[in-house]
């Protein structure tokens, strides 16, 4: 994902995808074993401050894409298509290779091995980032805009009833009997999956990448339509209702199609999008209407290198996890000796947005530099 680089900069833009990378880092990183229930996610259904990190994400990058996608109008289709697959790729491998790393492990013999890819995950965040920006990008550009939200809404009503018929009969939407589960199982097998759930399941699957299209194609939508019309009291007010308006859709739809980040339901793409349109105007009438603006200069620092922050947040985590420090990793001895005298809940906290302040204090370099990681 990359920020907009056309001359026209929306500085509540630059804020939206700056504040979404911190949050994620802090979420992600937790300084301890535990964390305060806001910055975890939903056991299942329902929703928490966490379960929109992700979504705002693809939000952002569809944002990103309605500055960067007016440009190629004037190139060659070819041209284009290089364009969207090249950046698929790298995205994807990058989240591939993140899960694969450090490479190596020891064996029962303790020797250094290759870490088998036979049991390593294919899917997951960058991964599905990757595919989304992808179908997304494409669909926009061959179908426009208003096309493909029709297309993304048509995707979000057949998601329903999709889970329910192809799910366990007795229990179509549980952890054990989703369709989402079935077909990832079919296609990549149990050793492939994410089993931080304590069994394998990916909640970043296949079929449940589809309706998060709608998440990228809606933040296209809404960069689309700030940029002509953002910065005035109309283009608020419009987004605001679109944003208000989508939440009661969203409480509605809840009541038979369960808000649900894990299986990524139809109501928690319309309750995601119009959280982060409601969000987005709050920030446009601060930046904009009110003037204060001294305060954006920390986000927009993260939302110039957002890939390549979240990266190195991710990387670190692993890092801290791998480097031994006596009998215990380097986090955990951090945390043990620092923060856990904070307490557990507030030391872990701590933790997490130390971790982040260094991701940005990388940023802050960067940005001083004028090192600006593309994809």
């Not at 991710?314 to 005298?341: C, K, N, R």
Request: proline fraction near 5%.
């Amino acid at each position: 994902m990359s920020s907009p680089s056309t001359g026209q900069r929306f500085l509540a833009l630059d804020v939206f995808r700056g504040m979404t990378i911190c949050f994620m880092i802090i979420v992600n990183t937790p300084g301890g074993p535990v964390s305060y229930a806001p910055l975890e996610h939903a056991r299942w259904h329902g929703f928490t401050p966490t379960d929109l990190v992700f979504p705002s994400f693809l939000f952002a990058v569809g944002n990103a894409m309605s500055f960067v996608m007016a440009k190629w109008a004037s190139l060659p289709q070819s041209q284009v298509l290089a364009k969207i697959f090249k950046r698929t790729i790298i995205i994807f491998l990058c989240g591939y290779l993140l899960y694969w790393f450090p490479f190596f492990d020891y064996d029962s013999n303790h020797h250094l091995v290759l870490s088998p890819i036979s049991h390593t995950r294919i899917l997951g965040v960058l991964q599905r980032i990757a595919l989304c920006y992808m179908i997304g990008a494409l669909l926009i550009y061959y179908f426009k805009p208003k096309a493909a939200l029709i297309i993304c809404m048509a995707i979000l009503v057949l998601y329903w009833p999709v889970m329910i018929l192809f799910g366990n009969p007795v229990d179509p939407l549980s952890l054990t009997g989703n369709a989402g589960l079935r077909l990832d199982k079919w296609l990549m097998g149990d050793n492939h999956l994410y089993h931080g759930e304590g069994l394998a399941f990916d909640p970043e699957g296949w079929l449940s990448t589809l309706p998060a299209i709608g998440n990228v194609v809606a933040g296209y939508v809404v960069g689309k339509f700030l940029q002509a019309k953002g910065k005035t009291f109309e283009g608020l007010s419009k987004l605001l209702l679109a944003g208000f308006g989508l939440l009661v859709i969203a409480y509605f739809w809840d009541l038979g199609f369960p808000i649900n980040k894990k299986l990524w339901t139809s109501s928690f793409v319309v309750y995601t999008v119009g959280l982060d349109c409601v969000i987005l105007s709050a920030i446009i009438y601060v930046v904009d209407f009110l003037g204060k603006t001294k305060w954006t200069g920390f986000f927009t620092i993260v939302g110039k290198n957002p890939l390549f922050i979240y990266l190195l947040s991710e990387l670190g985590a692993v890092v801290m996890d791998i480097i031994p420090v006596g009998d215990t990793s380097l986090h955990d001895w951090v945390y043990q000796h620092i923060f856990v005298h904070a307490g557990a809940y507030f030391g872990s906290l701590l933790g997490a947005v130390t971790f982040m302040l260094f991701c940005w204090l990388i940023g802050y370099f960067m940005d001083k530099r004028k090192i600006y990681v593309r994809v």
